[in-house]
């Protein structure tokens, strides 16, 4: 039968071997590449930016999930230093999708006991994109559950080059000796605020088929596990996050070494 739209293409969960186990082992920190909003909107025959709204949408669904779930840190790579290539209508939309997020969801936040962090380039946003952040950081920093960590006008590359200087700058004012470890050049990263037990991630997941990392946390992600999915960011629902919950535990984390058990 001749059809005169192209039916709509979603993603359905594929059957795999493994399920969750919800007394499984639960990442402490997750992150998401959320790709594929501008996609799903074209195979629907509406505007990209109908897609980030819903997007978004998909952002609360999700939290709420992670939070209940018992995930400490969830961190989501939101607009990246390259997103301001993309038309200038789809930037300021996406320059205003926090102001009407965090004025819809914050009341959410505080009942769900959801602390808003907010990591990048911020100085160089809108003034109404940096006070919609600050006020829904200031609004939620007295919770003490899951950390809702935005990546907004990041990029991993000019983050790992600002760390470098800055600690360059520290070591010719005496502010530190010796050599640069690891460690301390963790210490200057935008995920030291939350703590060196929680700003690498465990797992790393990306929607919409792509298998790249489009530097997102290329320090903090050596050894994160990696879930790439199918699924457009606005279909990514409940069962998915499960699905990549699911492949996570199967994991056997080794970190370069050897599983004694074995």
């Not at 071997?17 to 195979?43: C, K, L, Y």
């Not at 010796?178 to 995920?191: D, K, P, R």
Request: net charge negative; glycine share 6%; charged share 25%.
């Amino acid at each position: 039968m001749f059809r005169l739209f192209p039916q709509k293409e979603k993603y359905q969960q594929g059957t795999k071997e493994w399920s969750f186990d919800t007394n499984g082992p639960i990442p402490q920190h997750i992150a998401v590449i959320m790709d594929g909003n501008g996609r799903w909107a074209q195979n629907r025959r509406l505007p990209r930016v109908a897609g980030h709204k819903e997007g978004m949408n998909n952002v609360k669904k999700i939290t709420k999930q992670a939070s209940q779930l018992g995930v400490k840190v969830l961190t989501l790579y939101a607009f990246s230093t390259e997103n301001w290539k993309r038309p200038t209508e789809e930037v300021d939309f996406l320059m205003q999708l926090p102001v009407d997020f965090f004025d819809t969801f914050v009341p959410e936040l505080i009942e769900e006991n959801v602390r808003v962090e907010v990591m990048g380039y911020t100085e160089y946003l809108p003034e109404h994109t940096q006070k919609a952040i600050k006020d829904a950081m200031d609004q939620t920093k007295a919770n003490t559950g899951m950390v809702l960590n935005f990546a907004l006008n990041y990029g991993s590359r000019a983050e790992i080059l600002t760390a470098v200087n800055k600690a360059v700058e520290d070591v010719r004012a005496g502010a530190v000796e010796g050599e640069i470890t690891e460690e301390i050049l963790s210490g200057y990263m935008m995920t030291a605020n939350l703590g060196s037990e929680l700003q690498d991630p465990d797992l790393l997941i990306r929607t919409s088929g792509e298998e790249r990392i489009s530097n997102f946390l290329l320090w903090q992600i050596a050894y994160s596990e990696l879930f790439f999915t199918e699924a457009y960011w606005p279909d990514f629902d409940s069962k998915h996050f499960e699905e990549a919950l699911a492949s996570y535990q199967k994991r056997n984390r080794r970190f370069g070494g050897l599983d004694e058990s074995k």
